[in-house]
């Protein structure tokens, strides 16, 4: 995706499940290249940001989980994906990397926008499920919150300036979910280098 949107081939980004940040920072097997969420902000383009699926690291088969993290909640999604919770820590520094990049990149910080989930940032983090943690959904959201202060919010209206090519993803609730969504303009975009 990074490529297409340098290339210009997509002029906006619903970026909706950032689990490869927990793999990248914690050593999972679906890592995200280190200049993750920087093409579109670089770009300048409307981008739309969820925390969707960062409650879980992913691994290949449940034999292939490191030893140090054996004794943490396991999820076998299927026989070739196993998840492992994140913990609070990791939520926190997950919100953090996720705001640095965020106001390190944006050169049009009105154009990005950070949606928080309610109930859970994942199908399996919902009011009931494996893994449920307020305690770390509240730590990944106030330290995305924390990471950003000091600079002015973004625009809710990021969209309306998109033109023909813009990034389609469809929602399966039974695939991709991330619970309701709540906008939320928090995020203090602004690069100082380029105020």
Do not use: W
């Not at 893994?131 to 809710?156: H, I, N, T, Y």
Request: aromatic residues 4%.
């Amino acid at each position: 995706m990074e490529r297409l949107v340098k290339e210009g081939q997509i002029d906006s980004v619903l970026d909706i499940t950032t689990t490869e940040i927990c793999d990248h920072l914690i050593g999972g097997s679906m890592s995200a290249v280190p200049e993750c969420l920087e093409a579109a902000a670089k770009v300048g383009i409307p981008y739309v940001v969820s925390l969707g699926a960062t409650d879980m690291v992913n691994f290949r088969p449940v034999a292939t989980v490191p030893e140090k993290y054996q004794l943490r909640k396991l999820f076998e999604h299927n026989s070739d994906i196993t998840l492992m919770q994140t913990s609070e820590e990791e939520c926190e520094q997950i919100g953090k990397f996720l705001a640095e990049k965020l106001r390190n990149f944006a050169v049009k910080p009105k154009m990005v926008q950070v949606v928080l989930t309610s109930g859970g940032v994942s199908m399996i983090a919902e009011q009931g499920g494996p893994f449920e943690d307020v305690k770390a959904d509240d730590k990944l959201f106030q330290s995305s919150k924390r990471g950003s202060r000091g600079v002015p919010s973004c625009a809710r209206e990021i969209l309306e300036q998109s033109t023909t090519k813009i990034l389609h993803l469809t929602l399966n609730s039974r695939l991709n979910p991330i619970g309701p969504v709540i906008p939320v303009s928090f995020l203090q975009c602004t690069n100082p280098r380029r105020s």
